[in-house]
Nanobody, 127 residues
Framework: QVQLVESGGGLVQAGDSLRLACAAS????????VGWFRQAPGKEREFVAA????????NYADSAKGRFTISRDNAKNAVYLQMNSLEREDTAVYYC????????????????????WGQGTQVTVSS
């Protein structure tokens, strides 16, 4: 089992950057693929980015490509989401999620593949 805590959200202006962090408990974090999802007001939660358990495979939503970068540091039990060139449309609660991954190349993009979820961190982008 793993517990996840997100941090790094806040209020920024369009064009600014933020770095979200997902801190995980447990000794076996390196066996989990991790994803970032977000939910804007009035909308369903959507996939943002995912990284395989060893960091070798990465998957991005089209909205994140070229602006967001996901990375992980298994020694620190952490996954990061660097968000650049933020837009108002990026305003949402951002969640990290973890899933046990048998394969090192797996970077899940579907919510139903993830068993463990954090509580979320709010990102608000003003114009």
């Amino acid at each position: 089992q793993v517990q996840l805590v997100e941090s790094g959200g806040g209020l920024v202006q369009a064009g600014d950057s933020l770095r979200l962090a997902c801190a995980a408990s447990g000794r076996t974090f390196s066996t989990y693929a991790v994803g970032w999802f977000r939910q804007a007001p009035g909308k369903e939660r959507e996939f943002v980015a995912a990284i395989s358990k060893n960091g070798g495979s990465i998957n991005y939503a089209d909205s994140a490509k070229g602006r967001f970068t996901i990375s992980r540091d298994n020694a620190k039990n952490a996954v990061y989401l660097q968000m650049n060139s933020l837009e108002r449309e990026d305003t949402a609660v951002y969640y990290c999620a973890a899933a046990l991954a048998a394969l090192s190349v797996t970077a899940y993009s579907r919510e139903r593949d993830y068993r463990y979820w954090g509580q979320g961190t709010q990102v608000t982008v003003s114009s």
